[in-house]
């Protein structure tokens, strides 16, 4: 064979390094730049393969997500239809399955929601207390929990404990007429009247002047003029 002439070398396929060159006098970098890079070609190169790998990684994972949210939700949706008998074990199912979603925690207040309706109050105010120390203070889910708790504790005539989740649940946007309810009907069923009245009356002062609540207020000024009748 011929030995390699300086022609040859010329007519040759450019290297990676012949490219990368190329490309730096091309975008007119400054001496030391450019410098710079072919002294660390290396970590370039590792650089690119890290961040290629992980936007790879993060669009299949997010498909991945996307598609275990779809299953869990019609999940959900087939176990909510399922009779009663056997409906508290298919959300279980839900709830164990697909842990990680959003439907998981709806299967989970669902199967709570079932302890209410068969009487198993005590049993359904644990099941809240777990839901909630599951799910963020901003969640969208936490005042239905926390109203739903606050039911169970009433139901179970602990009237002291859902007197203080009624407290909490007036601070969420609308459900003050709900909490404020349910504050004056646990003292209402305790016998104390005036206290009842007390409450009533700080939730007219604290929605005054809002029309969304007029409907609410005629409720409300009903029962203090029931319970005045009754002093």
């Known amino acids: 064979m011929a030995s ?28 030391k730049v450019i410098s710079f890079i072919r002294a660390n070609l290396r970590m370039f190169q590792v650089g690119v393969v890290v961040i290629v790998t992980t936007i790879v990684f993060t669009s299949l994972y997010g498909s ?16 909510m239809q399922q009779g009663k008998e056997v409906q508290a074990e298919a959300l279980r199912k839900v709830s164990l399955d697909y842990s990680s979603t959003p439907s998981a925690l709806w299967a989970k207040v669902e199967i709570a929601h079932l302890d209410m309706q068969n009487g198993s109050f005590a049993e359904a105010a644990d099941k809240y207390r777990k839901i909630r120390a599951e799910i963020p203070a901003t969640s969208p889910l936490n005042p239905l929990v926390l109203f739903s708790l606050a039911q169970s504790l009433e139901a179970e005539k602990k009237f002291s404990d859902a ?58 000024d009903g029962k203090i003029a029931r319970l005045k009748a009754r002093l």
Do not use: C, W
């Open 4 to 31: 390699e002439s300086a022609f040859n070398k010329r007519l040759a396929a450019d290297t990676t390094f012949d490219k990368v060159e190329g490309l730096l006098e091309h975008f007119n970098l400054p001496p």
């Open 163 to 220: 007197a203080k989740e009624y407290d909490l649940l007036k601070s969420f946007k609308g459900y003050e007429s709900i909490a404020y309810s349910g504050m004056g009907r646990i003292e209402e069923v305790q016998g104390n009247n005036e206290k009842a009245i007390a409450v009533y009356n700080n939730f007219l002062i604290s929605m005054a002047g809002d029309p969304s609540f007029a409907q609410a207020k005629e409720q409300i």
């Open 64 to 79: 991945y997500r996307e598609k275990l949210r779809e299953e869990a939700a019609s999940a959900l949706a087939k176990a």
